[in-house]
């Protein structure tokens, strides 16, 4: 594995997943200077566009008056993005009072935003990261060889118990865990052959893990013995841990922790060089692979310039246009729908499930699937598709007692969908699953 080196070490990344909060601080900044002033007001926008700490958006709405540790974490945040916002000479700092202004790249990156919307703010943010720091180059790289025969599909497998048809109020003793370690063994080297293409065995892991387990109190030495059921959670989390540990730092060779790697990944899923996801419907656990290639030069259409590095190589981003590409977007959404379809039968299914596994099949960021499907829509509302979407809203993620949107709505023909069906010609369907055998 070569070594993963930027101009700035990755690690050195500022804690926060949302591009958004850029944008935020800028407009905070173009209305006031004084320190306090310009917090209250990224306050009150980061509630506007429901921003978390977490790589989820919200929807609960804020309390009007946070409590110490809520008013801390939004500091923390605050100073987080003021710090690369500086570092990015985006911002400048004054002393005496503590206050800040804009720079000149402040303020032509505001009108990005204006005259390009969240995606060409994106980025113009993308362009000064990799300035900085070079890590999407060093990610994409690093995907391709981690995963060259899957395209650098990096997967993160997690199974609870439930998962692996282990109820958890008949799991009582120390060997209940380790029946679920042997299971969830057999189901890791499954999914890393099907999904890596390799053959890896990890009974040696699994002992290694046991035995952590049971050094640190957890687990009794004898498999009759009971744990404390107080432990339940602590033990789960654990052996969910060490396995993520495991693929990411023992099977993929990556040498920082796995906050640095979330915080770059998902960074680049909001620019669309990079996919990430945990709801994919074939999968238990989380999915990364890359929607871009750095390459010299390409002759590929598909593929979009979107950086120059110094060594004259350049990152494309895998941006498909043209009427060739529609009709392969069409099929795969029809492929797609039957699939899920088989899986559970009925007339409309998730609009969101329908989108990862598209973005999967064609590697193409989940904006570029959102552009397709919107004109794909309109085409169909004008008679002149040769299959028919219908596109409703079941419950909305703010209908729930969720507190994070953890599964986005598509938005096509200006409004929220969450759920699609597809009819389709007996002739078509035939058509589309021959395609798929050959």
Known sequence: MAELTGKRPLQS??????????YIL????????????VFDSFKNLKYEH???ESKYKKLTVEVESPTEA?????????????????????????RNPESFSLTTDGRELLGVHERMGLTGFNLAIFKLMEDTYEAFHILVDFMYEANPKGAGLLIFPHYS?????????????SGDFRSYSDRLVRQLQADIKHYLKRDVKLDTKKDELLDKLTSAGLLPARDNEPFDLRDYNRITKRIRDFWIGYFLKD???????????????????????????????????????????????????????VYKYNDGRRMFLHAPRGDAFQEDFVDTLLREYLSLRRVNPNYFISLVSLRETVCYSLKIS???????????????LLGQLRIRIALEVDKLPEETKATYLKQEPVKVHGSYRNIIAIDVTKGEENRVQAITKA
């Open 13 to 22: 990344v500022k804690k926060f997943y949302f591009l958004d909060y850029f």
């Open 26 to 37: 800028l407009k905070s900044v173009e209305k006031y200077s004084e320190y306090s002033a």
């Open 50 to 52: 429901h921003l978390g």
């Open 70 to 94: 809520q008013q801390k974490r939004y500091e923390y945040t605050f100073k987080q993005v003021i710090e690369e916002s500086i570092e990015y000479g985006l911002i400048k700092e004054i």
């Open 161 to 173: 118990p439930r998962k692996l048809g282990l109820r958890r109020q008949r799991m009582r003793t």
């Open 251 to 305: 099977l993929y060779k990556f040498p920082h922790p796995m906050m640095t790697f979330d915080f770059w990944t998902y960074r680049g899923k909001q620019i669309g060089v990079i996919h990430a996801t945990e709801i994919y419907p074939f999968f238990s656990g989380k999915l990364v692979y890359p929607t871009s290639v750095v390459l010299d030069r390409t002759n590929s259409q598909d593929f979009r310039d």
């Open 366 to 380: 989940w904006q570029t699937f959102g552009e397709y499907l919107d004109k794909v829509y309109r085409l169909n």
